[in-house]
């Protein structure tokens, strides 16, 4: 049975050491010092390994059950649930006024990473709830967020986001599902919607349904498509429940992993369903959430990278097999630990510069988050719009081939499903496609975000990398050759890639959008080259001041070299196939494959 | 359902167009001719595509169960297995004196890669009797060659390899199962051993398992190893089976994926074994079959990749979501094919260029083999030896990656268990670790393989690169250009790493073990790069000489341009990871991570 340990200490190195979170002009971060942010870390931490992490190998191996119509999620999961409303977690970023916290986004994205890295299957329930939550607080009108907040923001009902059909996914446009006026002022909605996570349980006396659908007579394509609410019981005009609405769970999906989570059909036969924002507005009120939901996604492969993590280290450290080629380093036993041998070294130094790195950047994104939100800083805004998909699809890349790696340091063992490697692998393997394949994450940045506003996000990434390396400069000399020197390098290759793009995708697209996938993942480089840049210099600011923890910093410092020498030099990499443009990607006709 | 073709086309090419095999000198190779070998690949291709495909589903699915002692695999495996022992497939490559067809190993091997891409956890029980029928037939007495190989070429007996214990596995010095000799020669065999595949089922009269064991009062470590030969059932003096042995099934290991193939736990409470070949030099016996075991794991990951990819390229022509940038290709419709848009082209061209690639070098590797075997040939040996890690290392952590991007093709689907994109990963993800974890094929390659012989292997491989550019300097500009120059650089990346290695690996050996996984990965490129520089020659001479398929051809060298300008040039980042040396891998304490 794996084990799980919030990394409580190195959350707090990110926001203190690094983001130095309490002495940022953010409305509500004045509060956020070390030993506020510390009790709640160490108490979400807690619930973590003591009440979610027990239940994710139950989840696993017993995933929901269909009975005459009711779904029923894996033992033990009502009972956490409650748990989880009892602590008042849900609500951890929500106004006050619906019975939230109205705590930082940052907060609950480090909160939502020991969630997720313990039992990412369980923590949907409440992240979709959150996700429709916060729809319904953007886009509802004032009746709609008295009903439903309160109650969401409790999680005594839950919410779902209902996208997806049959035949169109990426391609929303093509949508069937519709909606009928009525007299009433509402509409009634039928169709049937596909992949709707956390679709049906019974851990919430009811649950409120997002669902996008097509008014009858409205445009075609994406511009017709509005967005609904269909609860799964109608409330009355008092708040109290009414009736059950036309709305069923047609079948549970077998999947590869998040087997705690039920991934519904949801078949709506003519329920009564709220115009929630605008009429035609739908996929506008949709993408409003977009960022956050996306930034959680990618939070979950760091996270479930984390949990595997700590676990093959632990497999490392306790498993005898050989002998350092150095020399016995356990002789009095059968065996030296594998942890001895360079390749399990570098397989674990991958995944522990990963982790951290890909901590910082998610965390850094929350706090661009935030200052958007919170300050209507319009530069950050820009600047996570243009990060959001290099947060998502590079941290759910990386995240799952971490899982991978760590699966493997347990040999044999990884494979039998009793260990739990593998389920970190297949857990972690959906965070690559929903909310977005990783190609359309791509395909969003280089065809939209690269361009937005003029290319002013994009410029003002660059500056702030270039504004980094010239004020640290003149640091130490090992520092600058061994952090600054390689971050400017990847920078640079960024840089050369959007050149190319510039000049040889405009008069033909295929060549940007060939280099697509390399130019997410070479721009996710540059991001942890940054995070790395920082924490180096985080931890030789704490080493010089004197710290009672030295052996921490030390470590910083080396795993961020090892970042820079043999994860950041893949920028190269990239750069080369981008430019090798599109003649070989788009050469084949399709009956040649 | 995914569906199967066998490539019989492709593998054509590689047999006849690059290596030429009628024309080669090694005994049995004249009589391969195209009509020759093209009736064999039709018939394995039809057994693959209509009796053992339509079972992987079903035996992922059902999976085996243990009742009472007794296996029992998959509904319709019994069968299926019946049909493979009619049509004489087991004893492909046997000698024919004990029933096989004596074929070169080549032509099992390409008939190996269609029944694994069809079903991998069928294929392992005829896979592993192969294995340990090779054993009995390298190091076997006369009359142990008798009792067994008759029924184990037809596969009325099936067999088993016994290495892994629950806690020795890589490290199999420190094994505890022990052989007690008794007075007729005999030896009782107690222990348990592990992840036995294919350890126990009711597909055939008897199984022969092959233990390693420590003779009692022989030398510690390693070097008290023997091998056993342990029936399931004992064999009478007149052949006829005899008393149950005592060898039984602990228990059946839930895993991953391959769930039709039975892995076990198997107990030997006292079980009657007889040595085979040498006492103490049971290692050594195994290692004999390495090289064909090892290519043949490498060869699964080719082929579930293979299988993936088909898939993934009928899905992409099917599956209609939204426009091509470059105009609607598909105007009729609602949208076009999702082949159109350039990042499933750059999946698709990523898992083509793989699979053709990985056939042509698995192929030639079995030529070395047969060159070995067949021919006696010692450099050929050398040669193959160098090269099986690689195969092994490379192809099944590339086969892999290739199977997971044909997943993401699918989008949502390819996580819904139902469509079968997850088998193809789940199933794939064991060749990176049986046989020799990919890690410890690495650590053979750069600490003992490269060294061997005095280096006359790695030389002669250079060698052979550098003779074939030279040679090929002259040809057409842009084959020059496409094909030439970057293998060239490639190969120079490649001994580059091999010099970083001599120069700082010899005192510190870290520095050469920390950069074993990448130098694993670099030689793959280069090997793939090679095949693809031969392949696009074989295209070219083809499309010269005139023929009726000049698309195949044309496709090949597109094809082989795609890897020559995307994929190789990963030797450049392997080279600078590998020249970062084993300071930052080897620099943190165990109590740090």
């Not at 949801?266 to 009120?285: F, I, P, S, V, W």
């Not at 600011?541 to 030295?550: I, K, V």
């Amino acid at each position: 049975m794996p084990s799980y340990t919030a990394p409580t200490k190195d959350m707090q190195f990110v926001l203190h050491d690094v983001l130095k979170v309490s002495a940022s002009d953010i409305p509500g971060y004045a509060d956020l010092d070390r030993d506020f942010t510390a009790a709640i870390l160490e108490e979400a931490g807690k619930i973590s390994s003591e009440v979610l992490h027990p239940l994710n190998t139950v989840g696993d191996v017993e995933g929901c059950r269909l009975e005459n119509g009711v779904v029923y999620p894996p033992t033990g999961f009502k009972d956490a649930f409650e748990k989880m409303k009892e602590g008042g977690w849900p609500g951890l970023d929500m106004p006050e006024e619906f019975g939230g916290q109205a705590l930082p986004y940052l907060i609950s994205t480090a909160v939502g990473e020991m969630f997720s890295a313990s039992n990412q299957a369980f923590t949907m329930y409440q992240g979709l709830t959150h996700g429709a939550a916060s729809a319904i607080l953007a886009h509802g009108s004032d009746a709609q967020k008295q009903t439903y907040l309160p109650k969401m923001v409790s999680c005594e009902w839950t919410g779902t986001m209902n996208l997806t059909e049959p035949h169109c996914g990426t391609d929303l446009g093509m949508m069937r599902t519709k909606a009928e006026p009525q007299a009433d002022g509402s509409y009634k909605i039928s169709g049937q919607k596909i992949f709707i996570s956390a679709g049906d349980h019974n851990m919430a006396d009811n649950i409120i349904h997002l669902v996008l659908a097509k008014i009858v007579g409205g445009p075609d394509g994406i511009k017709g498509v509005s967005l609904f609410i269909v609860p799964k019981v109608l409330v009355n005009e008092d708040g109290s429940l009414g009736e059950r609405n036309a709305v069923s769970v047609g079948k549970l999906e077998e999947k590869m992993g998040i087997h705690g989570n039920a991934t519904c059909v949801m078949n709506y036969d003519g329920a009564t369903g709220y115009l929630l924002g605008e009429e035609h507005k739908g996929m506008r009120a949709m993408f409003t959430m977009m960022n956050e939901a996306r930034l959680g996604v990618g939070m979950q492969g760091l996270a479930q990278a984390e949990a595997a993590y700590q676990n093959a280290v632990i497999y490392a450290k306790d498993r005898l097999q050989g002998r350092a080629v150095t020399g016995a380093e356990n002789p009095e036993g059968p065996a030296d630990p594998i942890i001895v041998h360079p390749d399990i070294r570098r397989s674990l130094m991958d995944q522990k510069s990963f982790t951290e790195g890909a901590r910082a950047f998610a965390f850094w994104g929350a706090t661009l988050i935030d200052q958007a939100h919170r300050s209507g800083d319009k530069e950050a805004d820009g600047l996570i719009s243009l990060l959001t998909p290099v947060l998502k699809g590079f941290l759910t890349d990386q995240g799952y081939d971490m899982t991978v790696q760590a699966q493997q340091v347990y040999g044999g063992h990884g494979y039998i499903e009793e260990w739990g490697m593998s389920q970190y692998t297949r857990d972690a393997r959906i965070a690559m496609i929903y909310e977005g394949a990783n190609g359309v994450q791509a395909l969003d940045l280089v065809g939209r975000k690269l361009a937005q506003d003029g290319g002013k996000p994009v410029m003002a990434f660059f500056e702030l990398v270039k504004t980094f390396c010239k004020e640290n400069a003149g640091e130490d000399e090992a520092y600058v050759r061994d952090f600054i020197e390689p971050l400017k390098k990847a920078s640079k290759d960024l840089q050369a890639a959007g050149m190319y793009f510039m000049q040889n995708g405009m008069k033909t697209p295929n060549n940007a959008l060939a280099g697509s996938y390399d130019f997410m993942h070479m721009f996710g480089h540059v991001c942890l080259g940054l995070m790395w840049a920082r924490m180096g210099k985080a931890a030789l600011a704490a080493l010089a001041e004197g710290t009672s923890d030295p052996d921490f910093y030390k470590a910083k410092l080396l795993t961020g070299r090892y970042y820079m020498a043999r994860r950041l030099p893949a920028t190269a990499l990239h750069l080369s196939r981008i430019e090798s443009g599109a003649d070989t990607v788009m050469g084949l006709t399709a009956d040649l494959f």
